[in-house]
């Protein structure tokens, strides 16, 4: 059963805004068909900004992103890598590129 959230039917007290700022945005005016029509995607009407948002999201993508997978391992032998504190995994990627001579 899918979960919907309650609409707002009124005024209520202690949500963060007060009545006066419930009445001054109670007469908006809701978007006819035609102004819905004349919208256009942020990234159309600012495509700069848009861009520079992208950059600023995230890590930039890697040459050689590294591949989730699911191994099983001697509890020992994963105690001993996150014994050496945070970068374990990393460590322990470093250790098998050795093994197979990479």
Do not use: C, H
């Amino acid at each position: 059963m899918k979960k919907t959230k309650p609409v707002a039917d009124g005024f209520r007290e202690g949500r963060g805004y007060t009545r006066a700022d419930w009445e001054e945005v109670d007469d908006n005016p809701e978007m006819t068909e035609a102004e819905i029509a004349e919208l256009r995607p942020f990234r159309e009407v600012f495509p700069d900004l848009a861009e520079a948002i992208d950059r600023k999201l995230g890590r930039p993508k890697s040459e050689t992103p590294k591949k989730a997978i699911s191994l099983r391992l001697d509890a020992e032998v994963i105690e001993r890598f996150k014994a050496t504190g945070d970068g374990w995994q990393s460590r322990m990627n470093e250790a098998l590129r050795k093994a197979v001579g990479l």
